[in-house]
């Protein structure tokens, strides 16, 4: 045998070794890996544990669900749910899930075109009762569809998100919303640009979509997304009410600032529940991908079936969204993918296009970014993500 093969064999037999070796690590394992950290260089915060991170970043709590194997392997919760009464975080506290709240308001859209009520390629304007959205010289050729506005591709200018209503304050309705009217505090959802010429990310016409399934069942909102898409699920522990009723508030986290201090009111109030009116845990959102992940292989299809999940995973030809979700290549795998951001609130929601795996971690404070960005690294890492995988020498 030549030198050169020799030192092939011997780094393929290592290499087998520690993926025999990585194989066998049992549940907990895992999840000291995750919660200890193990230095590296290249990782600021890689050394910290949780609790070392929440202290750091002034984060009062993270709570966070490991999708392995197309099944939730583990979810834990870590600090405080609220700084005020001292509740901790646990499985079942409820966090607002922001932009997340849009993949989840997608898959009812793609339900509502299963079923035959319109189609994902139909003028909005003809599912729309309760409001209209106007024509302007860039809608003449082409309409603007409930696919376009599900991927941010309808050329509406209203730019990225929305602040909320503290409690007290009056809420806006939606057509007071589309049109920038009093009580509304966001500008107006117009379309300033061709359609299907550039990606640009639009709450306002996520919110569209939830007038047209408003319009199309003729029931609210939180109770026709319990009946197509949570209850389905099994999300038990999930609703779009707005806002939050207090038998839920029970077990709700705080929305707190960037120093971890109580930030005014508990949370805020979102009309615009399609959009960012989720409140759910990182269990729930699991178990959302895995529904994804599933049908997309004909496996499960409590809610859709694997043709509607295809297309909600298939890039629409601008930007990088398919219908409701992040579409993104990382070393030889495909993941979906979707953040979110409310008043005191962060999260995100990772899952392989067709490997069981992903994770869903929520926080309960604007200074949440850093602890998901090395959650989420020591999560691939440890995992094996196949970003990260290093190829057997052959």
């Not at 194989?23 to 895992?30: E, I, L, M, R, W």
């Not at 209203?158 to 806006?172: I, N, T």
């Not at 209850?231 to 971890?260: C, K, W, Y």
């Amino acid at each position: 045998m030549k030198p050169r093969q020799l030192l092939i064999c011997i780094a393929t037999y290592c290499c087998l070794l520690n993926t025999q070796a990585w194989a066998q690590q049992s549940v907990a394992d895992f999840i000291y890996l995750v919660e200890q950290g193990q230095e590296n260089i290249d990782a600021e915060n890689s050394e910290h544990s949780i609790e070392q991170l929440l202290a750091r970043f002034n984060l009062p709590g993270v709570s966070i669900a490991i999708i392995r194997d197309f099944e939730v392997q583990w979810a834990r919760g870590y600090g405080v749910a609220d700084v005020v009464s001292g509740l901790a975080v646990d499985t079942e506290t409820l966090f607002q899930a922001a932009s997340i709240s849009k993949p989840v308001n997608a898959m009812a859209v793609l339900k509502s075109a299963e079923e035959g009520l319109f189609s994902i390629d139909q003028d909005i304007n003809t599912i729309l009762t309760g409001w209209r959205l106007p024509d302007t010289e860039f809608t003449l050729s082409t309409k603007v569809t409930p696919r376009m506005l599900a991927s941010h591709t309808a050329g509406l200018g209203d730019g990225f998100g929305f602040p909320g209503y503290e409690p007290d304050q009056s809420l806006p309705s939606l057509q007071q919303i589309f049109d920038g009217l009093a009580p509304s505090n966001v500008g107006v959802v117009r379309v300033v640009r061709p359609p299907m010429s550039a990606f640009h990310y639009s709450g306002g016409g996520v919110t569209i979509l939830q007038q047209a399934l408003i319009d199309t069942y003729n029931n609210s909102y939180a109770d026709l997304m319990e009946e197509l898409v949570l209850a389905p699920i099994g999300m038990v522990h999930s609703t779009f009410e707005q806002p939050l009723p207090a038998s839920r508030d029970a077990n709700a986290a705080r929305a707190h600032s960037r120093t971890g201090q109580a930030n005014g009111p508990k949370w805020h109030i979102y009309p615009e529940q399609a959009a960012a009116g989720l409140w759910t845990t990182p269990t729930d959102l699991a178990r959302f991908a895995i529904e994804v992940q599933l049908s997309y292989q004909n496996r499960s299809n409590k809610v859709l079936s694997k043709e509607s999940i295809t297309e909600m995973l298939s890039p629409v030809g601008v930007g990088s969204y398919g219908i409701g979700f992040s579409l993104d290549k990382r070393g030889e795998g495909w993941y979906f993918s979707h953040g979110g951001g409310n008043f005191g609130f962060l999260c995100l929601l990772v899952a392989h296009k067709v490997k069981g795996y992903g994770f869903a971690i929520m926080t309960n404070a604007s200074s949440g970014g850093p602890v998901i960005s090395e959650l989420a690294r020591r999560i691939e890492a440890v995992y094996r993500f196949d970003s990260l995988d290093a190829p057997v020498p052959r």
